[in-house]
């Protein structure tokens, strides 16, 4: 299988701190993998650390994307190459709605893919059918995935994540999702906050997502979204590194034993 995104020796340190230190992981073509550790631990460090905060200090032997190094790419640039991250705690964008932002969304994705065919760019008015079959298509897939996230229509024109609530900024994380249909999903904690109905919906897309091709890097404290998911690799991160990877039967053990336990029992 392909290798999407491999990093070896992956250091990161924030504010002159290391909080990854050494880190190796590679995710292939397709694959789920789940990252769990204790707070701290550095799961949300290596997600902003891989969409490219710029404040942040990176050093590796290698981070590559799809065949590509990122280490000096922007945000933008990992973004346009079909990397996305949903946030932990998403931020409001006052003025920037759902229903401005998934076509631009869409387009970007279909501009990446188009370069698999460059004949399409060769006349002008292919290109405009394109544009008007792909605002066909974002709407009409907006339009089913609010119905099954149970949001109503009126959140594509409110501003985003404007006095949303923890479940509605989730969930629109989600919407994005879709629209952006990225060769990798880095989910920073999606399930955090969650009822029992919203961890069901919101697993449920993202299987539906992983199903499609999406490769899914998906950050958790708690094994309960996995009653829904199937993960090919569960690894646990334990002081800014992969103190030990499995399957899925290793989330299992974590939520028997917690990490700290589990992670003694390995020493010896």
């Known amino acids: 299988m392909k290798k999407l995104l491999v990093l070896e020796n992956l250091s990161v340190t924030v504010d002159g701190t290391k909080i990854i230190d050494r880190l190796t992981l590679s995710i292939g073509?397709?694959?789920?993998?789940?990252?769990?550790?204790?707070?701290?631990?550095?799961?949300?460090?290596?997600?902003?650390?891989?969409?490219?905060?710029?404040?942040?200090?990176?050093?590796?032997?290698?981070?590559?994307?799809?065949?590509?190094?990122?280490?000096?790419?922007?945000?933008?640039?990992?973004?346009?190459?079909?990397?996305?991250?949903?946030?932990?705690?998403?931020?409001?964008?006052?003025?920037?709605?759902?229903?401005?932002?998934?076509?631009?969304m869409a387009r970007a994705r279909h501009a990446r893919e188009r370069k698999k065919n460059e004949q399409h760019l060769t006349l002008a008015s292919a290109l405009a059918r394109e544009q008007q079959e792909q605002l066909k298509e974002v709407r009409t897939q907006t339009v089913g995935l609010l119905r099954k996230l149970a949001l109503p229509d009126e959140m594509l024109y409110r501003s985003l994540n404007d006095q949303f609530s923890g479940g509605e900024k989730k969930k629109a994380e989600i919407v994005q999702l879709f629209a952006a249909r990225p060769k990798l999903a880095i989910l920073d904690e999606p399930d955090s906050g969650l009822d029992v109905d919203a961890l069901k919906k919101i697993a449920g897309a993202i299987g539906e997502l992983h199903r499609s091709g999406t490769a899914v890097l998906l950050i958790t404290h708690y094994s309960r979204i996995l009653k829904y998911l199937k993960p090919d690799r569960v690894h646990i991160m334990h002081h800014g590194t992969l103190a030990r990877s499995g399957t899925a039967d290793l989330a299992k053990k974590i939520e028997r034993f917690g990490y700290e336990s589990l992670l003694a029992k390995q020493k010896k």
């Open 29 to 104: 073509d397709g694959e789920l993998h789940v990252l769990m550790g204790p707070n701290g631990s550095g799961k949300s460090t290596l997600a902003y650390a891989l969409a490219g905060k710029p404040s942040y200090s990176v050093t590796a032997k290698k981070i590559r994307f799809d065949g590509k190094d990122l280490i000096r790419l922007s945000p933008e640039k990992r973004a346009r190459l079909g990397l996305f991250l949903a946030f932990q705690y998403p931020l409001a964008v006052p003025g920037i709605s759902l229903y401005i932002l998934l076509p631009e």
